[in-house]
């Protein structure tokens, strides 16, 4: 399934963009987000709002930061009196169920993985059912798997191009130095 399992938490904070950012969420999905558009709804905002402060500086707006299992400004906020009377600064930061909601899956991020396989099933002229026979699946898994609505494992990955598909699994991870 590729809805979420649990309440979603911002990973990864894959690039800024203008006023959008990718961002990489707890349930594997990267998703772009016009924070421009949710921030105001298409409306004016005030001159001297935190809103304004972070859509109208560059600076600022590259500032942006995982807080928190989310994404906020560490530098944008309020200071606020806790129960003892102390003043604690809290920063600016967007719920991270909203920024899930707002933003479209981000295609460069994306593994596409079920896309590839009805490629590749197609090229060699199976039918889904074929590939789930040989692979000892249903059609109906097959399909879901072809259109991104179901998660895949690796070792079933590795059935489905090894048995299913004739082919061989090689897996690349690339880390930045």
Do not use: C
């Amino acid at each position: 399934m590729k809805g979420l399992r649990s309440i979603p938490r911002v990973l990864k904070i894959n690039s800024v963009k203008g006023r959008s950012i990718s961002l990489l969420f707890n349930n594997g999905q990267s998703k772009i987000i016009d924070i421009a558009q949710l921030l105001t709804d298409g409306k004016p905002v005030g001159k001297g709002s935190l809103v304004n402060k972070i859509l109208n500086d560059d600076v600022v707006f590259s500032s942006v930061a995982i807080i928190d299992n989310t994404i906020g400004w560490p530098g944008v906020g309020k200071y606020v009196k806790d129960f003892s009377g102390e003043s604690k600064f809290h920063p600016y930061d967007i719920d991270p169920l909203l920024l899930y909601n707002a933003g479209n899956l981000d295609e460069n991020q994306n593994l596409n993985l079920g896309s590839k396989i009805k490629t590749i099933r197609k090229r060699i002229g199976l039918t889904q059912e074929e590939l789930a026979k040989r692979v000892g699946t249903t059609k109906n898994y097959i399909s879901k798997l072809e259109n991104n609505k179901s998660d895949i494992e690796l070792l079933t990955l590795k059935k489905i191009v090894e048995a299913g598909l004739n082919g061989k699994l090689h897996l690349s991870i690339e880390i930045p130095n």
